[in-house]
């Protein structure tokens, strides 16, 4: 017979309290607890959530948690099983080990909507709490509502989930009050962060500012195959462009134009190219064409595996052009690295809400792979 | 008048870590100990972070003649040898294609020429754009020639071009920043008939170290902590600056300085600005620095008659280190065998404002000491009245203690009741490690500084007028000794705390020194 989640709960107590209670034997290292925040994540899927726990305990080697993993099975039979582990990394000065908790849930059937209430249990107070969400998700969700309410910062991922999920948890998030109002992060959106440096570079030196104003022409490729639509890393990057730059969308005859905020239109092409060493859906190279008066340049940033190729041309009027090119090393993919880096962001990110809330309005139109 | 440049409007709201703008960093003494063991292995690190801009580079400037590849390998040999990181092939041949070599010595002009057509082809090469942090990691004689040199070569951008957009020029000054109060005044000047001040940063390494900026955020982001923070509450506060190591290589440097100019006259003071200092307005680096010089104009100014009764002076002699013997300063190599160069001072200071009226700060820093260790520790007054019985004869009072090394973090000693039938009074401590709460990323403190100098961003550096009040106030310490007839430092054995008149200093006020 399985046990209730009263029952889980006390052994989850006993277990955790066990962890720290004994002395190290000889040769043992000694260990310190550490804790910075609450770390609940919790996955559509059991299997899901049993892949993110490799990626959990790599995050808390830098960051000390009590992290709280969850695998949802609502169409499972009712149950709630649950496992407890400290996490341990060498402390800096050599000396020791600091350590983490992590306890790791599957839930199942009628178990799924008690889940906020056992992990609420759970949590350390006086530290903030971090509610990881993978999958899609609406914000009435019974089980995601009040855990998010008692969340300082909410983690979603368009790779696991939708633009739609992203923009529904942005748009009740800014529905909140100020201080109530928990910080929405997106992995996907973390993974765009060195794509937003590099084109940003494309316009730091001063003569090429006004051509940020004059963009005609913006080429997205994404690993995917032809036809499809335009995936949620090539859908945030288009979505922040537009809100720093002022583009606004339209559609002419089926097809998407984009007006700058001087009035002008701009075209957008999505290309594909095949995935290969890189995750499916994930952006290749953007490419960017300015005119402003006598000055024209082209922009581009693609990648190559683990780093990318930024090159900037500039034709001056009547003048020689000009070619920079450099090598860029991009971060880590890997996903405990992103999920760092995530949690080591502001919490609430206006350019991310921003980017959402237009991009989600594109969702009508169509913008496929050629 | 110049209109400031439209911002990228790509950069609004961007919240990854702020790169700085595309630059060159040019190193002049770039066959030193401080480019091997500490800036090269800090760009190195930034460049892992990929915190360096896309347009960079690193030119390295010494008289030796050496190629460019001599110099890469040698510099990779250093970030081996002394980084964190050890180079990762992928990230240090990125890095590598940045770094050339100028040849070049100080006094000629032609090595000025040189720079600037150097600079040139980077620009187009790599698109630094001109602007440039230039590092002085030399001997402090070579600065004067060195500012001269650049201004003469024109390789000094004006202040006003980078608010329009145009390149900037840096420069970076290591310490020693002169040697009393008349020669800081001379390079000072010196450096302002070719930099303007907003252009100068004084590195004060201690500045970088992550403890010394959570000072500021201690103090004035709890809530808890500042009202208790003055002659209400605190008894007194002690400051201690304590290596384990002697003088090392650096012989013929400490017969020049002695620790009162090595460490009080920089760390130290800052330290104790960093403790003392009222809240800024803002945290823009002329707002912390501002209070900053108040507290070294409140300085109690101590008459030559005063010192030797708030002053304590000592040398090491041979003794125990970590189990090991050690020699005696005066055996030290390149040290006079009757050499009067301190090794350890201690000073009682007062910092006669509102705030700290009556509370004295009890300053040390010395060589071959017990231990390593930095740490300010704000001592609170005893208890009014006595309600508990402890059995070891009266109550600790609280202290608060900073650590700033090793072990960095921060501890607050109370009393507790051991549990029990009987009430027994033990002092515990509150103690927050940085180390296992925030893992092992603690940057290297000349990662922050270069990294702060190239965005321009002043506030960890030391201004002006903080240097020349240094100075004003150790002067009369240096002074007063120069009169005394520089009489012999009493010794103290290696591996102690200091000289016993050290423990008198504290004994005649009836408090004594921690044992951090």
């Not at chain 1, 306890?103 to 178990?111: C, K, L, N, S």
């Not at chain 2, 190195?44 to 050496?66: E, M, S």
């Not at chain 2, 090469?125 to 590092?135: A, C, D, K, M, V």
Request: hydrophobic residues 45%; contains cysteine; charged residues 25%.
């Amino acid at each position: 017979m399985s046990e209730t989640p009263r029952e889980v709960l006390a052994r989850v107590d006993e277990e955790l309290r066990a962890l720290w209670a004994a002395a190290p034997r000889p040769g043992e290292v000694p260990r310190a607890r550490a804790c910075t925040v609450n770390l609940i994540v919790v996955a559509d899927s059991p299997a899901l959530a049993e892949a993110f726990v490799p990626v959990v305990e790599d995050v808390v080697q830098s960051m000390p948690a009590r992290a709280l993993v969850v695998g949802l099975d609502p169409d499972g039979a009712d149950g709630l099983e649950a496992d407890v582990s400290a996490v341990c990394a060498p402390a800096p000065d050599g000396r020791g080990a600091v350590c983490s908790e992590r306890v790791h849930f599957v839930a199942r059937g009628a178990a799924c909507v008690r889940v906020p209430s056992v992990l609420s249990t759970l949590c350390r107070s006086d530290v903030p709490t971090t509610l990881v969400w993978l999958g899609h998700v609406h914000a009435d969700d019974p089980t995601f509502a009040p855990l998010a309410r008692d969340a300082a910062r909410i983690v979603l991922d368009a790779a696991h989930g939708s633009l739609a999920s992203i923009a529904n948890v942005v748009y009740w998030a800014r529905a909140r009050a100020a201080a109530e109002r928990p910080g929405v992060a997106d992995l996907a959106w973390t993974r765009l962060a060195p794509w937003q440096e590099l084109c940003a570079r494309l316009f730091d030196e001063p003569r090429l500012r006004p051509l940020a104003g004059g963009v005609t022409h913006l080429t997205i490729t994404q690993a995917s195959s032809p036809g499809a639509p335009l995936a949620a890393d090539g859908a945030l990057l288009l979505g922040w462009l537009a809100t720093r730059l002022g583009w606004r969308a339209a559609a002419y005859a089926g097809k998407l134009r984009l007006l700058r905020a001087d009035g002008g239109t701009m075209s957008v092409a999505l290309r594909s190219q095949p995935a290969g060493a890189v995750t499916s859906e994930a952006l290749q190279a953007v490419r960017l064409e300015a005119r402003a008066g006598d000055l024209a340049m082209t922009g581009e940033i693609a990648r190559d595996a683990d780093a990318a190729t930024w090159r900037l041309e500039v034709h001056p009027a009547g003048g020689e052009p000009s070619r920079l090119e450099h090598r860029v090393r991009l971060w880590s993919t890997g996903t405990g690295r992103l999920l760092e880096r995530t949690l080591r962001r502001p919490a609430h990110d206006h350019a991310l809400a921003e980017a959402v809330a237009w991009a989600d309005e594109l969702r009508g139109e169509e913008l496929a792979c050629c | 008048m110049t209109q400031p440049l439209a911002p990228n409007p790509l950069r609004r709201g961007l919240v990854e870590d702020r790169t700085s703008d595309a630059c060159t960093v040019v190193i002049f003494g770039a066959s030193g100990d401080l480019t091997r063991r500490k800036l090269l292995p800090a760009l190195y690190n930034l460049a892992w972070q990929r915190l360096l801009p896309g347009g960079f580079a690193v030119v390295g400037v010494a008289r030796r003649d050496k190629s460019d590849d001599v110099f890469r390998e040698e510099m990779r040999s250093a970030v081996a040898a002394f980084s964190h990181r050890k180079p990762d092939d992928a990230v240090w041949s990125d890095f590598a294609r940045g770094l050339t070599y100028v040849r070049g010595a100080a006094s000629e002009s032609s090595t000025y020429d040189a720079l600037r057509a150097h600079l040139d082809r980077l620009a187009a090469e790599r698109g630094t754009r001109h602007s440039t942090l230039i590092y002085l990691a030399v001997p402090p004689a070579e600065f004067g020639p060195i500012v001269e040199g650049l201004r003469a070569a024109g390789l000094v951008d004006p202040p006003g071009r980078e608010r329009a957009g145009g390149p900037w020029t840096r420069v970076v000054f290591e310490k020693p920043f002169g040697h009393d109060l008349a020669s800081a005044r001379r390079l000072n000047d010196a450096v302002a008939s070719a930099f303007d001040e907003s252009q100068v940063f004084r590195i004060d390494h201690y500045l970088g170290k992550e403890t010394v900026q959570n000072l500021l955020v201690f103090r004035f982001a709890n809530s808890l902590f500042e009202p208790v923070w003055g002659r209400a509450h605190v008894d007194h506060v002690q400051i201690t600056v304590a290596e384990d190591i002697g003088v090392e290589s650096r012989g013929r440097f400490y017969e020049q300085t002695g620790v009162t100019r090595d460490i009080v006259e920089n760390h130290l003071m800052q330290l104790l600005c960093l403790t003392a200092m009222e809240p800024p307005i803002s945290l823009a680096a002329d707002a912390v620095r501002d209070e900053k010089v108040k507290v070294l104009r409140s300085l109690r100014k101590m008459e030559r008659s005063e010192v030797p009764r708030n002053v304590v002076r000592g040398q090491y002699a041979r003794g125990l280190v970590r189990g090991e013997d050690v020699a005696a300063y005066r055996e030290e190599p390149d040290v006079a065998g009757d050499s009067r160069v301190e090794t350890y001072v201690a000073m009682r200071c007062f910092v006669d404002n509102w705030r700290w009226s009556g509370v004295p700060f009890y300053v040390r820093a010395g060589k071959r000491m017990a231990r390593r260790v930095t740490e300010i520790a704000v001592v609170f007054h005893d208890l009014p009245h006595a309600l508990f019985h402890a059995q070891d004869g009266g109550i600790a009072p609280n202290v608060l203690a900073v650590r700033v090394q090793p072990d960095e973090g921060i501890a607050l000693r109370f009393t507790s009741k051991e549990p029990g039938q009987q009430t027994i009074l033990r002092d515990v401590a509150m103690d927050f490690r940085y180390g296992a709460t925030f893992g092992s990323n603690t940057p290297e403190a000349y990662e922050r500084l270069l990294l702060d100098a190239m965005r321009g961003e002043a506030t960890l550096f030391t201004r002006r007028d903080e240097v020349e009040e240094q100075w004003a106030y150790i002067d009369r310490v240096l002074e007063a000794w120069v009169a005394d007839g520089m009489t012999p430092p009493p010794t103290y054995a290696a591996g102690s705390w200091g000289p016993e008149a050290a423990d008198d200093l504290l004994a005649r006020d009836g408090r004594r020194w921690r044992r951090p």
